[in-house]
């Protein structure tokens, strides 16, 4: 897995959420590559569920107060959290693009920025509702608005991308052990040159460029 952390929401809202890129399969103890193409969201929804409060229950102190917290929040959400899973990445440069603008960019940009009263000492920008895709203007007091974006600067040192299974470092050396077979046996193979002719005039044509549509980022892929 690859898990990217994700603080804020639309509208500068405290949202904070993990991105996660799984593989479909993984390797057993002989090394072998094994398959997995099925995830059972009911089952993955209580397993973050179960992880999350864990974690967070050793964080706190151990009082009446906090246990009923966490006891809480495990009765009122018995199918267990939130997970939007969403469809399977066919292309490794969109998904590099993905991950890469949830990293990059801060909480809002500057031309969503419409708007800077003087008078009042307000400040005006836009976003777009993820329910219906309406587009929404908001206006904050100018210390307001400046306090919503510092509390969701991440922390020194805190690492927003972790990876984990065959994307970790430690095991680097298995999965290029797996790999290298695979890339000489890609290279074994020989490539025929297909011929196309003119459906017109019969005669040989040559490749002289691909096009491909145009990228939109509202897509929904995974």
């Known amino acids: 897995m690859i898990c990217v ?15 996660v890129l799984v593989t479909e399969g993984g390797l057993n103890r002989k090394g072998e590559w094994v398959p997995v193409t099925y995830f059972e969201y009911g089952a993955l929804r209580r397993i973050w569920q179960y992880q ?8 706190m ?77 908001v206006t904050f007091g100018a210390l307001d608005f400046i ?3 510092v509390r969701l600067i991440p922390d020194r040192n805190l690492t927003l991308i972790r990876y984990y299974g065959l994307y970790s470092r430690r095991a680097k050396a298995k999965l290029q052990k797996m790999l290298t077979p695979l890339s000489r046996e890609k290279h074994k193979v020989v490539c025929k040159k297909v011929v196309i002719k003119c459906p017109k005039w019969g005669q040989a044509m040559d490749l002289v460029g691909v096009t491909r549509p145009p990228y939109d980022e509202d897509d929904d892929f995974a």
């Open 147 to 149: 306090g919503r974006l």
């Open 5 to 19: 952390l994700h603080p804020f929401g639309k509208g500068l809202k405290l949202n904070p959420h993990v991105h």
């Open 61 to 137: 102190i151990n009082s009446p107060e906090n246990c009923c917290l966490i006891d809480g929040l495990f009765r009122g959400h018995s199918e267990g959290f939130y997970v939007f899973a969403k469809r399977r990445v066919t292309s490794p440069r969109w998904i590099a693009r993905y991950v890469a603008r949830y990293v990059r960019h801060p909480a809002i940009a500057e031309s969503r920025i419409s708007e800077f009263n003087r008078l009042l000492n307000t400040v005006t920008f836009w976003y777009r509702d993820e329910d219906g895709g309406v587009w929404r203007s």
């Open 52 to 59: 999350l409060l864990k974690a967070v229950k050793r964080r």
